[in-house]
């Protein structure tokens, strides 16, 4: 909730403008304010259920990290196409199940929604 109230300030220094016509600072001000609502309901949903412990499971986050890295590191030297299904497949490792047949369909989803990105919204992806 700091972290948006701190993003969400500093846009504030940037024109807002109007829906039909939005400056720079409307997107990030919106986006802080739906991290900063998100944050209270968090918050007072926490005061109603019962607490359990946290546990954290070093492997699991280490699996997480080496997906993201290598996601990064194969979308900049091969493809994103290469680097989408290895984040997909790595990453699932840290879960309860691991199912090839889930694992294809989304990358193949992931696949599809970034061509959508690069083909509809003009971005400039490395797929292929």
Do not use: W
């Amino acid at each position: 909730m700091a972290i948006a109230l701190l993003f969400g300030g500093v846009a504030t220094n940037y024109s807002i403008g109007e829906l039909s016509r939005s400056g720079p600072g409307l997107f990030p001000v919106m986006i802080s304010g739906f991290l900063f609502l998100i944050g209270v309901l968090t918050v007072v949903r926490s005061h109603f259920v019962e607490q359990v412990p946290l546990d954290y499971n070093v492997k699991n986050i280490a699996l997480i990290l080496l997906s993201l890295v290598g996601f990064a590191v194969l979308s900049e030297f091969v493809n994103m196409i290469v680097g989408i299904i290895f984040l997909v497949f790595c990453s699932t490792f840290a879960g309860t199940s691991y199912s090839v047949a889930r694992n294809v369909k989304i990358s193949i989803g992931l696949i599809l929604i970034a061509f959508a990105f690069k083909n509809f919204l003009g971005l400039s992806l490395p797929l292929y």
